[in-house]
């Protein structure tokens, strides 16, 4: 059944009665493919674009002629459908509701798609809700004050994270659990493989689907454990689409503790492969401004597009990353903003008069807003109309991010603007910069990001930073060099994090001014750093000449002293190395990978920290693998003034800060602002 | 000639090599050492003629090709040991061999004097990894030219003490 104009479904669960029992109703969006100007690579690509009123609910044949429901399910609301297939009208009552229903121990999702072709179905579709429902959808698309959506202290933020899980293959009859898709090789916890790890303060999850192949009685189950116990707390199981992408809503009742999932799947099928992409939604109390960043993408600054004979011309910025913890309010709105800069447009026309020019605003593929552009001139100048667009800031909604990131485009922030131009030959100038501005959790598993049994931050988290940088990028360009690094400063220590994704990188160091500090212990991943047996043995023997050298006087730098320095270094940089220059106006910490392994994709350095009361992060540089060795590479500002603090009253979120930065090296950069 | 040539290209290409202050892994490591081994054969015999000068060549390859195996079999590099024990004390075997220094004696002399040269020129430099090999190797060449003059003024005294 198609319905245009519909309400909005997205995060509701639709049920028909099929004369026996509720049957779910899957809800395809139906898309809509537009010529569109990629500004990232300067392609021209067919994309589909969606308005979340458009959409055809698949429905069993069996609720066609019903034979009378009974009463809704508790807590449902009657809706009903009036279809009119050309021929005659009948009416099919649906139940919708935000909790899925739930047969025995399964839970029965209506499933939710982007089509990527349109339907074409005789049967349309009036859904009628009852008085009070929300507004239409898209209508609600309004402008955004650009200064008005920033994070408050004492405010309850509701972020949203995702899960990363790789693909299993499948054939006959299955029963297998979906790896974890980690670059720090974060699967086992609690003794269960599999685990992923998801956090604290949990409260739902967009679950998305993506079936290669043909499954047939196939249930994908969600298992939930407390991490804090290691102990199962509950699973949630739904039937699984036979093929295709699509994505529901659960929320299971799950306790404040450190929650851990496993996703299982079974089934019958020739031959399958299944993936998963969830995306969690959490509750966080801002204590203090420092638990939240705000990032910032900027486009390129100048744009000229020229092109002709298109009904419809999009351009499309994007997409940017938007990390793991992107802040949204309980209505959904997420803190932060989309601006995108004034723009002329000039169609070649041949009539009397200019017509009015039709501008559209799509998020993420959504349908946002719209305006109609008046001409400068009511007539042509010249067989030239000009339109002057001005300038937009649109709200990012929560349910875009989440949907990106459930149907595998990880969360990615995309805009694109779509003109009607009507066949004619068009230029379309930007005179500015298009900017995407929110609010991010910077922790987005904890309200307090140290865990007090071991009194160190998180770091499982990094790795999702880093996953979720690859994913979204992955599609545009993947040669690109994504760096995240960090620095968090407790009372008593400095913990350096470094993920990456390219291989040839090799070293990094981090400089700071006013800080002192003690011995350091080198994590890759969450693993110590093992000295191999040899290296240990040379390292002993090479002291022992190095002792020998000085026992009488320093060691004077001479060819004995230079030979036995370069020797030492070969045993201390065998699995890796860690070296602290220290002198009056600066601490630099200098790691390189080692030589007898390959480049770990996250580091983590943990330093005791002796001294120091104003200590600021100056600048971080990267090394990169060359012939056998590893050069000095690109040095990055990050920014000055991020002070870390020394202080020890006023609890956790005081005594303790994390600030980041991370870089993209490729046109789309991405600078991180952190609030001091 | 062919000596003093030795000495400035290999002490210029440390130089060179330590300017980055940064990590050596073997191939750099190796590198150096053969380095280090041409700069002490050019500083020995610096006044002199240097025997044998293919097998030296030889040699300093070998350092490399040793070096550069660490990659295949790591724990190898435990014979960068022995190396740099022969790296520092080869040319003074051959410096005795060949007649360059007059006896162990002299060796020694030449070790204390250019080690404390070392700690002086150093003083006023830098205190990065290429002001070390600057120190090293004036250290060691302008220690070798004062001993060599003294065990030769020595002689001199020596022989006209005879003669009378």
Known sequence: MYVEDGPEVEGLHIYAWGGAEWRPVYVIYQPQHVDTHVVATGDWVSMPYYNMSRYVLRMPREVVAPRGPPALPPGFERWTLEVDNGTKKITITLAVGREPLKLNNFTIATWQTFGDKEIKTPNKGRLKTPPGRQPKNGAQGGEAGAASYAVSTGATIYPVGSLYFGAVAVAGTFFTYIPVDSPMNHRRICLLDDMHWVGFEVQNFTVGVEVGGYVTGGYLTLEFYNLDTCSFITSVSLPLPSSGRYWTNVQPSLPDAQIGVRVRVSGRAETASIRAYIAARYKKAVQDLAQTATSKAVSEQTLLISVSGRVKVAVFFGPYVAYDGAAATSAGVIYGYVYIPPSTTRLTWYGSYCPTLAVEYYVNGLYYTYRFVSPSTPSPVNYYCNYNVPSTALQIKAREYATSKATSRGGGIAVAVVYTTMGASTTISYGGRLEIVYDRWKEPFRSQYIDSGRGLPYAEWGSTLLSNTLQVLGPVNGTTTNIVTEVRAATNEIILSLQHNNPALCGAGWRFTGLQVGGYTLYYGNEVVEEPWWAAIGRRVADAVDWLMSVTRDRSPWWASLLLTIIQNIFATASGLVKIYTDSSATIIEWNRGWTTSTPPAVVIRILRTGGTDVRWDSFAVMYYSISECYRGVGYSVNTNMRLPPTVTGGASASERIWTWRGQISGLNTDLLVKP | ?164
């Open chain 2, 1 to 164: 000639m062919v000596s003093k040539l030795l000495f400035f290209s290999s002490t210029f290409f440390l130089i060179f090599l330590a300017f980055s202050n940064g990590v050596f892994y073997p191939l750099r490591a190796g590198v150096f050492l053969a380095g280090a081994y041409l700069a002490l054969v050019g500083v020995v015999f610096f006044f002199h003629e240097v025997p044998r000068l293919k097998r030296r060549m030889a040699e300093t390859l070998a350092v490399v090709a040793l070096f550069s195996a660490f990659y295949l079999f790591p724990p190898l590099s435990l014979s960068a040991i022995p190396a740099g024990f022969f790296v520092l004390f080869y040319p003074l075997y051959l410096g005795l061999k060949h007649g360059v220094f007059r006896d162990v004696v002299h060796i020694f002399l030449w070790l204390v004097l250019s080690m404390a040269l070392s700690a002086v020129i150093y003083w006023p430099l830098p205190k990065v990894f290429w002001a070390e090999v600057v120190a090293a190797a004036v250290s060691s060449l302008v220690a070798h030219y004062l001993l060599l003059k003294t065990y030769a003024q020595r002689r001199r005294q020596r022989g006209e003490g005879v003669a009378s």
